[in-house]
Structure formats: C-alpha cells, structure tokens
C-alpha cells in the first residue's frame, strides 16, 4: 500500500465544513526532489493548486524554504537566493487566477545563514531583490538532538546555535531590515528559543509545528515526562510577546501517530479529538491572535488529506469566538506575514 499516495488518501472523502471560512495557509513547501525517497518527490504548483482546490476557501498562503532550487554555482551563501527566484515565479502564475481563485506564496519565506553574523546583509538584500512584493523573512533551522538516532534537518548542525554571538548578531540585522525568523527545532529546546526571543524582542519569531513535539524512537513510551517538557517550553516561548506559533505538523510520524501507516486514512473527526489536546493548549498560551492552523505540505500530506485536515481543524476549534476562530484560520497569519487578503 503506498501510504502517503493520492490514491490512498481517496480512501477517505469528507464534505467540506464551514467552507466559507477565509484561510491563509501560512506554511507549505514547494519542490522537486529527483533523486529523494519521499512520498511526495515533486510538489509544485499544480500539484499544490489541486490541495487548496479541494473544497475549502484559502485566500492565501505562505511558502517556507525547503532547500529546493538553489543555485547550482556561486558564492555559498548566495545559493539559497534560487529558491526564493523560482518560488517568485510560482507566486506571478498563481497571481494569473489560472490555478484557481488561492494566491499561493503570497508570502515568500527562504532561507540565509545566520552564522554569517552582520555579514549577512547583502544576502537578505538579494532575497528582497529576488522577490521585491513577496520576501517576507527566513527560516535557518535549529534542530540539534542529543540522541544520534532523532532525524536532524538542519542546514548546520549544532548544539547551542540559538546562543551563539554569530546567529545572534544575524538575527538583529534580519530585525532591522524589518524581516521575520522561522524557529523549527525540536521541544527540547524551546527553553533556548525563548532565550534568544528575549535576547532578540524586536525580531518576530514564529515558532513551526507545535515546538517540534518527539514521541518517537528515544521520546516513544514517555508522554507523561515529554509533555510535560514540552507543555513547560511552550509556557515559555508564549511568554516571548515577539513569538508566534503555527499549529500544524502533527502529522510527521515523529509526533508519534500511526496515521500514515493505516490502511484506510483518518477522518477528520477522530484527527480533531487527537490534535485538540496539543492545539488547545498552544492557543491556551500563545492566545488566537499569535496562533496560526498551518499544513506544512506536504510533509503532513502522508497522514491524511488537506481537505480532511481543515475539516479538522474546524472542528477542534468550534468552542472558540468568531473572532478567535478567524485569527486562527486568517487574521493572525496575514499579519505576520502582511499578506493584503
């Protein structure tokens, strides 16, 4: 069974819910990795489009670096402008209305390496040249686990990065340029994030994936001492008034469910029960207008589908006001990102 496959998702349809709910999708990948043993090898514009036209109404969304494109010679640390050269491009044909009425990549977040301290000035210039109406900040992942065997993702692997005087000194000048920092790291660390968002407060931070929760390999059988780890870091980086949170990629296998090796996919009724408990507790401390639903595809898009996932989503999150809900789905995302609609 090739799980994480369209036609295994097929195996389970919803009708869409509430689908007059404006979203803006603020985290979602484009590449095409020809030699990658993924899922989902190539993930581009048509194959995004036929998510976001699956029935539910996304104004907008928010592309994140995925270390896809990069320029094949030059400078090193000017290679990742390609990324953000090719994904401009992506944005102007979604902007022709061809794909459907979603604007995606109406933001546009790529990456620079911090570790180049004020040095990396003229490498955010050229991203902003790149994309002059999209550009809105960076992601540098900080992932760094003391146990070999956790899967590391990290451009530059490191204990201890978010401390170094080098990323600091970089994450300033990202600040002055009025530019925003992705944190993905791994909950552990979520002390060392809110370290640096106090040494940092006029940097806007938005915390990926729930704080990078590990139920797996050296994390399996230990929910009671990991969420408590996790429920303190995230009490912590909440308490940071520069940071954000982006709910969403829960679906990894790390997080420790089984979704993406069922035979049948998951509902999005039984998907709200189990992510409630994790959501609840980020808008618990973050409140709605620092709180984002995110996909993270198509990462997530190996646990169940995108319709299936704002179904979701839409459940959990019936108990919250009207307004609390549209920041949750929209408002918050759009601002942070300054996305016009």
Same mark, same amino acid.
């Given at each position: 069974?090739?799980? +994480?496959?369209?036609?295994?998702?097929?195996?389970?349809?919803?009708?869409?819910?509430?689908?007059?709910?404006?979203?803006?999708?603020?985290?979602?990948?484009?590449?095409?990795? *020809?030699?990658?043993?993924?899922?989902?090898?190539?993930?581009?514009?048509?194959?995004?489009?036929?998510?976001?036209?699956?029935?539910?109404?996304?104004? $907008?969304?928010?592309?994140?670096?995925?270390?896809?494109?990069?320029?094949?010679?030059?400078?090193?640390?000017?290679?990742?402008?390609?990324?953000?050269?090719?994904?401009? +491009?992506?944005?102007?044909?979604?902007?022709?209305?061809?794909?459907?009425?979603?604007?995606?990549?109406?933001?546009?977040?790529?990456?620079?390496?911090?570790?180049? +301290? %004020?040095?990396?000035?003229?490498?955010?210039?050229?991203?902003?040249?790149?994309?002059?109406?999209?550009?809105?900040?960076?992601?540098?992942?900080?992932?760094?686990?003391?146990?070999?065997?956790?899967?590391?993702? $990290?451009?530059?692997?490191?204990?201890?990065?978010?401390? $170094?005087?080098?990323?600091?000194?970089?994450?300033?000048?990202?600040?002055?340029?009025?530019?925003?920092?992705?944190?993905?790291?791994?909950?552990?660390?979520?002390?060392?994030?809110? %370290?640096?968002?106090?040494?940092?407060?006029?940097?806007?931070?938005?915390?990926?994936?729930?704080?990078?929760?590990?139920?797996?390999?050296?994390?399996?059988? *230990? %929910?009671? #001492?990991?969420?408590?780890?996790?429920?303190?870091?995230?009490?912590?980086?909440?308490?940071?008034?520069?940071?954000?949170?982006?709910?969403?990629?829960?679906?990894?296998? *790390?997080?420790?469910?089984?979704?993406?090796?069922?035979?049948?996919?998951?509902?999005? #009724?039984?998907?709200?029960?189990?992510?409630?408990?994790?959501?609840?507790?980020?808008?618990?401390?973050?409140?709605?207008?620092?709180?984002?639903? #995110?996909?993270?595809?198509?990462?997530?898009?190996?646990?169940?589908?995108?319709?299936?996932?704002?179904?979701?989503?839409?459940?959990?999150?019936?108990?919250?006001?009207?307004?609390?809900?549209?920041?949750?789905?929209?408002?918050?995302?759009?601002?942070?990102?300054?996305?016009?609609?």
């Amino acid at each position: 069974m090739p799980f +994480g496959g369209n036609d295994w998702l097929a195996l389970t349809r919803e009708q869409t819910l509430e689908p007059e709910i404006p979203i803006c999708d603020p985290h979602h990948h484009f590449w095409d990795f *020809r030699t990658a043993r993924l899922p989902y090898q190539r993930y581009l514009l048509h194959e995004l489009s036929a998510d976001l036209n699956s029935g539910h109404n996304v104004k $907008s969304t928010v592309f994140i670096e995925c270390r896809s494109m990069y320029r094949e010679d030059g400078p090193e640390e000017m290679r990742p402008v390609g990324e953000v050269e090719f994904v401009q +491009g992506l944005a102007a044909a979604s902007a022709s209305g061809v794909y459907g009425p979603s604007r995606a990549a109406a933001a546009i977040v790529g990456h620079a390496n911090l570790n180049l +301290g %004020d040095a990396v000035e003229p490498v955010l210039e050229a991203l902003q040249t790149a994309s002059p109406n999209r550009f809105r900040g960076i992601r540098h992942s900080v992932t760094w686990d003391r146990h070999p065997e956790v899967e590391n993702t $990290s451009a530059h692997y490191m204990e201890g990065l978010l401390s $170094s005087d080098n990323f600091r000194a970089g994450a300033r000048v990202l600040a002055r340029m009025g530019l925003s920092l992705e944190g993905w790291l791994y909950f552990p660390q979520l002390p060392e994030l809110a %370290d640096f968002a106090r040494a940092v407060p006029e940097l806007t931070i938005i915390l990926n994936h729930i704080g990078g929760l590990l139920r797996t390999g050296p994390y399996a059988g *230990r %929910d009671d #001492e990991v969420l408590a780890t996790w429920r303190s870091g995230i009490a912590a980086v909440a308490a940071c008034p520069n940071v954000n949170v982006k709910l969403g990629g829960i679906g990894m296998p *790390r997080t420790g469910f089984d979704w993406h090796a069922r035979n049948e996919p998951i509902g999005s #009724e039984e998907l709200a029960g189990s992510m409630a408990p994790f959501m609840d507790y980020c808008i618990e401390k973050f409140g709605p207008d620092r709180s984002m639903f #995110e996909s993270n595809y198509p990462v997530d898009k190996v646990s169940f589908s995108y319709n299936v996932m704002y179904n979701a989503f839409k459940r959990m999150s019936r108990g919250y006001s009207a307004t609390e809900r549209a920041a949750l789905f929209h408002d918050t995302a759009t601002r942070v990102y300054r996305i016009a609609s």
